[in-house]
């Protein structure tokens, strides 16, 4: 028949019951609202999070050993990496600088008249302190008794402020160190991009002489300095050469190897790995979040089906007439299929700019930029107008197989 | 036989219709009967005899258990849920007692309904239903709904749709069972007027004076044709 006058007859039955079919598409909008919703804001923050991975240091090649059994990215802090497996990766090509990294115990921190107890400190070579990250002065020099602090650590941690210059007192169980503030940083270079979204008060020390963690090198057979983590910077563009050098000496002549405890890989990642790493978390989380808001959805394709299946009812009669006067039941069926599609399309259409919207105050909400979920989002639609047809299905096909005579009898 | 069924529209050959309802229900045990192009047929018995279902088999709402049903040359026995909806679309037009109009269509929607089915476009169908309701005198009801019309305007609308197919025959079941006696009597002027015109008319009722418009009356009882009648003019 006339796809315009079906579509008229549809709309009109759907008109004839305003609340009804108001409060039918509210549930459907509520089902795809909800899943455009929670799509997208998974979207968005999976960008800002995978963005700011991106931003610090796409050069940056972090080799460190992770428990075999983890698929995660958690990472075993024994320090494997001694000064040999250092200077040999920092010979290999496209290698720009080895920046390792360990830490030192220490009680606490003192500046002026107070005392905080920061026990970690960060021990780490000069040029982790570059130009980019600098905030104020100077990197530290090896072999002086300097640090650099993070803008935490100088700005919010101790009663007053740090500026450069200043002295702090490292206390430890065997020393105190008085040590001179060269440097403030906003981070440090080749630091894992997965340390931490708050900004915790670091302080950096010069690996020489202030990180004591020696073993002794399988290789060069004398103790020395050995860290749990390296990272490598390499020439622009060089990024995926270096990483397959790093893993090649890694598996093949480093001290690592021999140090590493069994279970534990050594592996070479770039912060492209870790961005891939997180976004899959958070495409899981998101998908799992998703998934209950499909349950809304399917609470309104039920609510169509319900809602068509009393208007099949109530129009028993009309059936019986379209039939008497040459409805075949493929025009009946289809009538009926329109009717519970165009609500179906109906939520979709109110659902998606709503998702939209209520994504984006969320996006506005926890500071993260917005990023949209396009195939989500023309997921929902298409799912919208498909639960529609779903829901139809039954009732039209009841609709269709109505005997006229019986029908027409109906009161 | 060949040259009855070359005049006649409507052929019935020893027509059974079984129902089952807690046990069998012979509603027709063997009924034949011939309508011929252009006649005017009244169908009387009383209630249960089976002349509902006599009409329900002629205009393809429903298919008989036994024998043959002939309209328009085409064999509604052995007919698909889709031939028989097209028969009923313009084969036949329905004039019911409860006049069966869409309740929430205009006058002329409901008029022009049947043509949706028939694949007529729009403006066709909307020129044809108005056309048809000025011939049976409504012209100035074309945008009233069922609800905003009495009950003869109402039966006057339902016999609009019926002829707006063009169809072979027009089967009236009780048309005037709903509506008062004057109004009863407009109706049938009507229907007199189509037969003038040349419809095949087949009515069914219950009422002596009514069937007495017709031509001829078809005598049912128990589900089967015990005689049929001349009318004396």
């Given amino acids: 028949m006339d796809p315009r006058e079906s579509v008229t007859i549809a709309a009109r039955s759907i008109r004839s019951h305003k609340l009804r079919s108001t409060l039918t598409v509210i549930g459907v909008v509520i089902g795809i609202a909800s899943v455009v919703t929670f799509a997208t804001f998974g979207a968005s923050v999976e960008a800002e999070v995978v963005g700011s991975i991106g931003e610090s240091g796409a050069n940056n090649v972090y080799v460190l050993g992770q428990p075999s059994d983890e698929g995660g990215f958690g990472q075993a802090a024994q320090p494997i990496f001694t000064e040999s497996d250092v200077s040999n990766i920092g010979e290999l090509d496209g290698v720009e600088a080895v920046i390792p990294r360990g830490t030192v115990q220490a009680n606490s921190v003192t500046y002026g008249n107070d005392t905080v107890a920061i026990q970690q400190l960060t021990a780490t070579v000069p040029a982790a302190v570059t130009s980019d990250v600098l905030v104020e002065g100077r990197s530290f020099r090896p072999g002086a008794n300097e640090t650099v602090l993070n803008?935490?650590?100088?700005?919010?941690?101790?009663a007053e402020n740090v500026t450069v210059g200043d002295q702090i007192t490292v206390d430890r169980n065997d020393a105190s160190w008085n040590l001179t503030v060269v440097g403030i940083v906003n981070g440090t270079a080749g630091e894992l991009p997965v340390g931490g979204f708050g900004p915790q008060p670091s302080v950096y020390v010069p690996a020489d002489p202030f990180y004591n963690t020696v073993v002794e090198s399988p290789s060069a057979n004398v103790p020395q300095r050995a860290y749990p983590q390296l990272t490598v910077v390499a020439e622009p563009a060089e990024t995926l050469a270096v990483t397959d050098a790093v893993e090649s000496y890694l598996q093949t002549e480093s001290d690592a190897r021999q140090l590493a405890p069994a279970g534990v890989d050594l592996v070479a990642r770039t912060s492209g790995d870790f961005a891939e790493q997180i976004s899959d978390v958070i495409s899981q989380i998101t998908r799992f979040v998703t998934g209950i808001a499909v349950i809304?959805?399917?609470?309104?394709?039920?609510?169509?089906?319900?809602?068509?299946?009393?208007s099949v009812t109530e129009r028993t009669r009309e059936i019986g007439i379209m039939k008497a006067v040459g409805a075949r039941n493929r025009d009946v069926m289809e009538l009926f299929l329109l009717e519970a599609t165009l609500l179906g399309a109906g939520g979709a259409l109110i659902g998606l700019p709503l998702g939209l919207a209520v994504s984006w105050g969320a996006a506005q909400y926890a500071d993260v930029g917005f990023a949209l979920a396009p195939f989500w989002s023309a997921l929902a639609v298409l799912v919208g107008v498909l639960v529609g047809v779903v829901a139809g299905l039954y009732p039209a096909w009841r609709a269709a197989r109505i005997d006229p005579i019986e029908a027409l009898r109906y009161e | 036989m060949a040259q009855t069924q070359?005049?006649?529209v409507v052929d019935l050959v020893d027509v059974r219709k079984t129902y089952e309802m807690g046990g069998i229900v012979e509603a027709l045990a063997g009924v034949s009967l011939s309508l011929s192009d252009g006649s005017y047929t009244a169908v009387m018995g009383p209630s249960g005899s089976g002349?509902?279902?006599?009409?329900?088999?002629?205009?393809g709402l429903d298919t008989p258990t036994e024998g043959t049903v002939t309209v328009g040359g085409r064999d509604l026995s052995t007919a698909t849920e889709t031939e028989l909806a097209a028969v009923r679309g313009s084969e036949v037009g329905f004039v019911f007692q409860t006049f069966n109009l869409m309740p929430r269509l205009t006058a002329v929607e409901n008029v022009a309904m049947p043509l949706v089915f028939d694949g007529w476009d729009r403006a066709e169908r909307r020129e044809r239903a108005r056309d048809l309701l000025g011939?049976?005198?409504?012209?100035?009801r074309l945008d009233h709904r069922p609800t905003e019309l009495?009950?003869?305007?109402?039966?006057r609308v339902a016999i609009a749709?019926?002829?707006?197919?063009?169809p072979q025959i027009i089967l009236a079941d009780e048309p005037t069972g709903n509506v008062d006696t004057e109004t009863g009597e407009r109706i049938m002027g009507l229907l007199e007027d189509l037969h003038a015109a040349g419809n095949t008319i087949m009515l069914v009722t219950h009422e002596r004076r009514i069937a007495e418009h017709a031509e001829r009356i078809a005598h049912v009882r128990d589900g089967v044709l015990e005689r049929v009648e001349e009318v004396e003019r």
């Fill in chain 2, 135 to 140: 011939d049976v005198g409504l012209g100035d």
């Fill in chain 1, 151 to 158: 803008r935490a650590a100088a700005r919010s941690t101790f």
């Fill in chain 2, 161 to 166: 749709r019926a002829l707006a197919p063009s």
């Fill in chain 2, 6 to 8: 070359s005049e006649s």
């Fill in chain 1, 296 to 310: 809304a959805l399917v609470v309104g394709a039920i609510g169509i089906a319900n809602i068509m299946l009393v």
């Fill in chain 2, 51 to 59: 002349k509902s279902t006599l009409l329900n088999l002629i205009g």
């Fill in chain 2, 150 to 155: 009495s009950g003869g305007q109402r039966q």
